[in-house]
């Protein structure tokens, strides 16, 4: 798929319409687990020949998901729109100019099994633009290729032990990276409706 006809495929209207809503992450909330808003930038970049999903990896010293892949993104803060929070996360994470991508809309939000309500904003963003990671938050910035994506053999569930019990999840296949939990499960997600007719 080329950046027009993903450009036009990310225009359609009811894109994720088919799409369940976010379940939780292959995990069970504990009892009395408070609710945390929070949004990802899930940002496709429009390489003319090949385009990809921006991803990050998470700084192996923070206390909370050390080391793990994840989307640009955090906590909603109060005031605040999903789209404006994923805008100023991406900046305070990899410097991403607020104003290069091109909001076209919200996925399906996304409960995780540490309490956090994802709300995945999907933009576009056109290739130029710098990158610096914040060496506070984040180690290193790659990309998925959108072939991978769309590749239905691609993503794999993988079963493992997790506080006493069998949890499943998806694991996207990368050289150099592990992509699971929740932003492999939006990658899914994505995947699905990009590939949907």
Known sequence: MTADELCARLQEPGLFA???PGGADDSILPAGAVIKPAAVLVALILHPGTPGVLLTQRASHLNNHAGQ???????????ETPEEAALREAFEEVALDPSLPRVIGRMPQHLTGTGYEITPILAALKPGFTLVPSPDEV??????PLSTLL?????????????????????????EHFIWGATATILVNLATALRAH
Do not use: N, Q
Request: glycine share 12%; hydrophobic share 35%; net charge neutral.
């Open 151 to 175: 590749d239905p053999a691609a993503p794999r569930r993988e079963r493992a032990e997790w506080k006493g019990r069998m949890r499943e999840y998806w694991v996207w296949p990368h050289g």
């Open 139 to 144: 180690e290193a910035t790659f990309e998925l």
């Open 69 to 79: 892949v994840s989307f640009p993104g955090g906590r909603i803060e109060i005031g």
């Open 18 to 20: 088919s799409l369940p």
